[in-house]
């Protein structure tokens, strides 16, 4: 080492600049983590890109208008994923209206009100832990509380109840996050004018923290759509031939309906999945986009 | 149990003795630390006192006291009395958005909301239920600033595009707008240029005929040349806050009393 920068030094005793000894060695160090992490993000590209090619082959032939109006059949021509669809929208759809008003009133719970002592701190850390709870004990708990204890049977009300349970701490978690990014010195001007808490949160806090408190709202709601475990505890039914109906309807939803396809040994079958994954993954997509339209719309209403 | 304060104690009060704002035997901690303690002084009625001192001898802490901003500082603790108006507004029994909605503040460093320039200003009384033409109370606040010539064809823009003096201007339109009765000024100008320090002293010489202003400054040209009265803090030997000496600004800049206010402004202190 020492030897190395006395022959450097030497050799560049002419030049203006004096070179650092070892800037060949970093920057050959520089260059080989820049094509690890190209390599590790190829990767996960390639991966995907070959699961979704191998889902549209098989399920491509099969997508169609009927796949969408009929209901499930024992031939593989006439079966459609018509109520699952409409259960998965009914689940998802109250799932959302119970969870968010709950999950971001917790958040701004949290940040806003709660005093710092070690209730708060135990509060905080214990909904850290059940974002990480499997999703399948979610599934015993509503099947204890919502269709026994409540009596509310394996209707959607009880799936949708459920869902709501299992993503509740993720959107607490991230609209604490979004929450508590606002700079202080907003909420400081605000109280210098003599607002009230609830009025601090109201037209500053939870505008600025929108977008953040979106996002994280959507990646839960996505994780509830594709989500069967739970539901298959509280009884989503596997074979059903009628649209929901309300909120004590039986139900199915569209990963059980993948799920009852691809066990059955048919290879049409096998393919009907594969098309109704590919619905779903649409779906997803379609509400991705929603999800970033709002953000913008909301992003717009703060003049950062 | 709350306590109002009513306009017409407020009045009578104030004509007696002369000082809006009168502090006495404060001290502040921050959880188990005594930051400040036995500080003592009256804010006089329309003229400009000048809280001057280095850094960390709690001038900012006495100043957030007086609007109780430090009542949103976990482990913030006041003892003694701050009367504003003869009326104790330490105590638990009053409201503090009442006592900022009379006691307004602006900060360090400009913080417009993310709002347009209207929105900023008409914000603050909206919430605060004050009635009347929203429109010519905005342009009101904004010529009170020395803003509105600047700004008057651009009201619908995000505050934040302003610049940083022009921002600090909005933000002391913003206060004057609920039409508080002290104006608290945290080194107001500390982040901004040479010019825009100099419009903001201008703008303060001139809302000092309507308002009671009390001053945070690092600037001792900038407290010799706007405020009436200055308070020089320092730190004593266990680090706690005092004030050290408290009078007119001509006197005190031409004859300081005590040998640490003399280093601090003739620039001999650390």
Known sequence: MSSQTTFRSRAMATSPIEQPSNLTRRKARASLVQWLLFVVTALAIVILAALLWDISASGARWLSLDLLTNTSSRKPENAGLRPALLGTLWVIGLTALFAFPVGVGAAVYLEEYAPNNRWTRLLKTNISNLAGIPSIVYGLLGLGVFVSLFALGRTVISGALTMALLILPVIIIASQEAIRAVPPSLRQAAFALGATRWQVARDHVIPAAMPGILTGIILSISRAMGETAPLLVVGAAAYVTFNPTGLTSKYTVLPMQIYEWARRPQQDFQDLAAAAIIVLLLLLLMLNATAIYLRQRFARNVKW | ?270
């Open chain 2, 1 to 270: 149990m709350s306590v109002t304060l009513d306009e017409s104690t407020i009045k009578s009060w104030t004509s007696d003795a002369g000082a809006v704002v009168s502090i006495h035997d404060l001290r502040v901690f921050y959880g188990n630390f005594l930051a400040v303690t036995g500080v003592t002084f009256d804010v006089p009625k329309h003229q400009i006192t000048a809280l001057i001192g280095p850094s960390g001898c709690g001038k900012s802490t006495v100043l957030r006291c007086i609007n109780r901003m430090n009542d949103l500082i976990p482990g913030a603790r006041v003892e003694g009395q701050i009367l504003y108006h003869g009326q104790d507004i330490c105590t638990s029994q009053v409201d503090p958005v009442e006592v900022r909605r009379r006691i307004g503040m602006v900060f360090q460093k400009p913080n417009p909301f993310p709002k347009s320039i209207y929105e900023n200003i008409a914000w603050g009384v909206k919430i605060n239920g004050i009635t009347g033409n929203m429109d010519e109370l905005v342009e009101r606040s904004l010529r009170q600033a020395a803003l509105w010539d600047e700004v008057k064809d651009k009201l619908q823009e995000s505050g934040l595009a302003l610049s940083g003096g022009q921002q600090q201007r909005l933000c002391i339109a913003r206060t004057l707008a609920i039409n508080p009765d002290v104006i608290l000024m945290d080194e107001p100008a500390s982040a901004l240029d040479p010019i825009s320090t100099l419009k903001i002293e201008d703008l303060m010489r001139e809302l000092e005929r309507q308002y009671t202003i009390v001053v945070v400054t690092h600037n001792m040209q900038q407290a010799a040349r706007v405020s009436d009265q200055t308070i020089f803090f320092s730190l004593d030997e266990h680090r706690h806050g005092v004030l050290i000496e408290a009078g007119r600004t001509r006197d005190m800049f031409t004859n300081p009393r005590d040998q640490r206010t003399e280093d601090y402004i003739t620039g001999r202190f650390g």
